[in-house]
């Protein structure tokens, strides 16, 4: 389509103005209602979208491995159970020689235990038949990432500490972030060089053992939560009222229409469409590894030789608990799950967590981006349709007439959101900027489109020029 330069200057007019807008609307909506009103709403409606994007990233690569309560019961044990219990449990994992483990387990209390030394025993036979080790840490009174004396005598030798410490969402609680590296004591920021300045997190370990690594920067990732629930994931039964006995926590997806749906109308369609999707990766339950038959050792070996294994707790009466966009309430032990996940799909192109900043390159050139495909796509091809269904037919007038305004008006709302869509995916895949930093941009953008603010307001700067031919 050919375009005089006014009608170009009109475009270009209309592109600014809708960007300007949008971002006054956001600082505007933030100011009168606080960060919560709009973000993370919107958020939680494009987290499907985001999920069912990301496919089964390497979840291949990558095990979950749960103590629940019927294992800790099999075992003669309450939790916290005796190292002996972690020790068989590591000897029964070596036996299929997973490429690394990751104990999301703290053993910082020096309680009574005679059984300390099967437990140190068994990690150096780990990490002496090539199997990588990694334990929890977390800060202690001392501002130290300290274990138990006996186990920091073999950290840097038979196994290495990571970083297990976890902030939800200071409004809505969720996991949307991950950070990946922790300080040292009186660092402002984090780093992980080769003298120990900082300790890496859980994921970032894990990562490394691929042989890649990233550069850990002040932004923390933006998890993309996988949709497409694994085969086997957490075996917890419902609680809810009403609920079968032995009826699952959560459930499958219907697909991606069903998942952007309303919750009342999926909830209408689908019996369990209340529930959460069950978790994206595979699980391997502790009970699992007893008494085990030789065609359950071919399925334990097919499925943990070579993989990294995180090994977790599910326990009734632990508070090891995450909140997710897309699974609910989940073991914690799936948070690093995903985030190594994430660096494993995205290399050094991982998704980063940022306030909007004008010193952003990278926002820059989304926000051009941005104003393209805000205003230039949804404008020309609206405007061509408006000539077929003409759009002049209001409400009232007759059938026919009402029935083309409200399909054009359908259309335009479908079209709004595919774009919209279109341009956080542009924003996380291609610029690595996380959707929760720039979805009320995208969003409030659209609403000016939408009410021709970017319209209304160009052809009030430009009487005479760009609109004689416009169609209002």
């Not at 387990?105 to 036979?125: F, H, M, T, V």
């Not at 009174?141 to 274990?147: F, I, K, S, T």
């Not at 949709?227 to 009826?247: D, Q």
């Amino acid at each position: 389509m050919s375009a005089s330069s006014d009608e170009l200057k009109r475009i270009a007019v209309e592109c600014v103005i809708a960007l300007a807008v949008g971002l006054a609307l956001t600082l505007f909506v933030e100011w009168l209602f606080g960060e919560e009103f709009v973000t993370r709403q919107q958020a939680r409606a494009y987290a499907p979208i985001a999920g069912s994007t990301y496919g089964e990233g390497k979840r291949d690569d990558i095990r979950v491995l749960l103590i629940d309560d019927a294992a800790i019961a099999a075992a003669g044990q309450e939790w916290p159970a005796r190292y002996s219990y972690s020790a068989r449990l590591l000897r029964a994992v070596g036996q299929y020689h997973p490429k690394a483990v990751f104990v999301d387990i703290y053993y910082s209390a020096e309680r009574d235990d005679d059984s300390l030394p099967s437990l140190l025993r068994q990690i150096c036979a780990l990490h002496d038949q090539g199997t990588k080790v990694f334990l929890a840490a977390n800060r202690n009174r001392q501002d130290d990432y300290a274990l138990r004396p006996e186990l920091e005598q073999l950290a840097g030798k038979c196994f290495e500490k990571v970083a297990v410490k976890y902030t939800p969402d200071d409004i809505d609680r969720l996991a949307w972030n991950y950070t990946l590296a922790q300080p040292a004591p009186g660092q402002g920021h984090a780093s992980h060089d080769d003298h120990g300045s900082g300790i890496k997190s859980a994921a970032l370990a894990l990562y490394e053992t691929t042989g890649r690594t990233v550069e850990v920067e002040h932004h923390p990732l933006a998890l993309t939560w996988g949709s497409k629930p694994a085969a086997h994931g957490v075996a917890w039964l419902s609680g809810a009222p009403g609920a079968v006995a032995g009826e699952s926590y959560c459930r499958d997806t219907h697909g991606l229409l069903a998942e952007l749906a309303p919750p009342g109308l999926r909830n209408s369609l689908y019996a369990d469409g209340s529930k959460p999707l069950c978790v994206f990766h595979e699980t391997i339950r502790a009970g699992q590894l007893t008494e085990t038959t030789a065609e359950q050792d071919a399925q334990l070996l097919q499925l943990i030789q070579g993989k990294v294994l995180l090994i977790g707790t599910a326990l009734s009466d632990t508070s090891d608990l995450i909140l997710t966009p897309l699974h609910g309430r989940i073991p914690g032990v799936y948070l690093h799950a995903m985030a190594l996940d994430n660096l494993m799909t995205f290399g050094d192109d991982y998704a980063r967590a940022m306030h909007l900043s004008l010193g952003s390159p990278k926002l820059l050139l989304f926000l051009l981006v941005a104003m393209l495909f805000v205003t230039l796509v949804p404008k020309q091809l609206m405007h061509k349709l408006q000539h077929h269904f003409k759009r002049d037919a209001v409400p009232g007038r007759d059938w026919a007439g009402a029935g083309l305004y409200l399909l054009w008006c359908a259309g335009r709302l479908l079209l709004s959101l595919a774009v919209g869509a279109l341009m956080l995916w542009i924003g996380q895949y291609w610029l690595g900027l996380g959707f929760l930093s720039i979805i009320n941009v995208i969003v409030l953008t659209l609403l000016a489109e939408w009410f021709e603010f970017n319209e209304k307001l160009s052809k009030y700067l430009f009487p005479k020029k760009g609109h004689a031919n416009e169609h209002s």
